[in-house]
């Protein structure tokens, strides 16, 4: 059997925005908070990589 991708479709979610009507303050501030936690969460792994790779037994 073939699988379909089914594409995503952001007219119910663009919908549902307009129709809530949130403050263009708080969507930026909830969008750049979200951002900002990404690139968080994708600094923490390459902290530890460097801990990972740079250890030895022969360290002790």
């Excluded at 307009?18 to 708080?26: C, D, E, N, V």
């Excluded at 750049?32 to 390459?46: D, E, H, K, Y």
């Amino acid at each position: 059997m073939k699988e379909e991708t089914k594409a995503g479709n952001w007219r119910p979610f663009l919908r549902l925005i307009r129709q809530t009507k949130p403050s263009r303050g708080l969507l930026a501030i909830a969008l750049s908070l979200g951002i900002i936690s990404t690139l968080v969460s994708l600094v923490v792994p390459l902290l530890t990589k460097n801990l990972v790779d740079d250890f030895s037994l022969s360290s002790y």
